[in-house]
T-cell receptor, first 113, second 111 residues
Framework: DGGITQSPKYLFRKEGQNVTLSCEQN?????MYWYRQDPGQGLRLIYY???????QKGDIAEGYSVSREKKESFPLTVTSAQKNPTAFYLC????????????FGPGTRLTVT | KNEVEQSPQNLTAQEGEFITINCSYS?????LHWLQQHPGGGIVSLFM???GKKKHGRLIATINIQEKHSSLHITASHPRDSAVYIC?????????????FGKGTKLSVKP
């Protein structure tokens, strides 16, 4: 079945450690996105990628980094510079950057203590 | 003021009730999305609207571009409809980086 997978579903880390969240899609989509969701807030865009080897900062990119070496993969690294990393992280993809339909992964809940 | 406002924030209904969730926005848009987020966190796209009305099963979505307002209706609600419903707009002329999300409406349908 085509879709987006994120792993793991729950992730725990100690403060000061970098952590990488996985996102894989087999929809053959060019565009991919990372969002952060906090309680009582709307989703906020961290980074997005229009195509392989290209990515752009979203609204809250500070403390995060991404790579897009393969079309199907868009990993997100939460660095120790991110002041409040505990959140729910959602990955999404769309056929192209201008496509209206976005498909979301199941999300990863990151807890940093 | 948020560019996308949803109301109510929380909604509790009895099974079978007709439900309305509202979304107002303050920017020019090319499209509006209604999304459903289940307790586990996964998000499913319900509708994408640029004008008029769409229906899928018991769900109906409407949009009034002049009034910058959209509604999501659920007829004959069922406990399995319990979820967070999110309105998102795509800013007119923008890239996908300009998708703006509301805070969501948490719906709980009691049997």
């Amino acid at each position: 079945d085509g879709g987006i997978t994120q792993s793991p579903k729950y992730l725990f880390r100690k403060e000061g450690q970098n952590v990488t969240l996985s996102c894989e899609q087999n929809l053959n989509h060019d565009a991919m996105y990372w969002y952060r969701q906090d309680p009582g807030q709307g989703l906020r865009l961290i980074y997005y990628s229009q195509i392989v080897n290209d990515f752009q900062k979203g609204d809250i990119a500070e403390g995060y980094s991404v790579s897009r070496e393969k079309k199907e993969s868009f990993p997100l690294t939460v660095t120790s510079a991110q002041k409040n990393p505990t959140a729910f992280y959602l990955c999404a993809s769309s056929s192209t950057l201008s496509s209206y339909e976005q498909y979301f992964g199941p999300g990863t809940r990151l807890t940093v203590t | 003021k948020n560019e996308v406002e949803q109301s109510p924030q929380n909604l509790t209904a009895q099974e079978g009730e007709f439900i309305t969730i509202n979304c107002s926005y303050s920017v020019g848009i090319s499209a509006l999305h209604w999304l459903q987020q289940h307790p586990g966190g996964g998000i499913v796209s319900l509708f994408m609207l640029s004008s008029g009305k769409k229906k899928h099963g018991r769900l109906i979505a409407t949009i009034n571009i002049q009034e910058k307002h959209s509604s999501l209706h659920i007829t004959a609600s069922h406990p399995r409809d319990s979820a967070v419903y999110i309105c998102a707009v795509r800013r007119y002329g923008g890239s996908q980086g300009n998708l703006i999300f509301g805070k969501g409406t948490k719906l709980s349908v009691k049997p």
